[in-house]
C-alpha cells in the first residue's frame, strides 16, 4: 500500500486546511492510521491518531480542539482537518499506517506517505 498526501500549502494564522491522505490499496488492513509531523532538526511528533473503525481518536494537547482526524475506509482516505492554525503548526505532515499492533509509538507504524509541506504564517 502506498500513501500519498495533499492538500498543504501556505496559509495566514487562524486559517484552515484540510489534508486528504489517499491509499493505493485497502486502508481497512491498517489497525490504526495517524498523521505525523516533523519540522528540520526535531523529531517527527504525532499530531492525530485513529483506529481501524474509525471510533477511537487521539489528539496531543497541542492540537487538541483544533485539529480533526478521521478515515473514510470505502475511499481509503484518511484526512486531517486543521482549524485555527498558528505558526507553530508549520512542518511536513505525514501520513502513516500502522498493520501490526503495536500502534501507540512512532515505530509501529510501517507505511508513510512522501508528506506535504504546511505553512502558517503570521
Known amino acids: 500500500v502506498q500513501l500519498a498526501e495533499s492538500g498543504g500549502g501556505l496559509v495566514q494564522a487562524g486559517g484552515s486546511l484540510r489534508l486528504p491522505c489517499v491509499a493505493s490499496?485497502?486502508?481497512?488492513?491498517?489497525?490504526?492510521m495517524a498523521w505525523y509531523r516533523q519540522v528540520p532538526g526535531k523529531e517527527r511528533e504525532l499530531v492525530a491518531a485513529i483506529s481501524r473503525s474509525g471510533d477511537d481518536t487521539y489528539y496531543p494537547d497541542s492540537v487538541k480542539g483544533r485539529f480533526t482526524i478521521s478515515r473514510d475506509n470505502d475511499r481509503n482516505t484518511l484526512y486531517l482537518q486543521m482549524n485555527s492554525l498558528k505558526p507553530e503548526d508549520t512542518a511536513m505532515y505525514y501520513c502513516a499506517g500502522c498493520s501490526g499492533y503495536v500502534c501507540t509509538e512512532k515505530e509501529g507504524y510501517d507505511y508513510w506517505g512522501q508528506g506535504t509541506q504546511v505553512t502558517v504564517s503570521s
Open positions: 490499496g485497502d486502508i481497512i488492513s491498517f489497525n490504526a
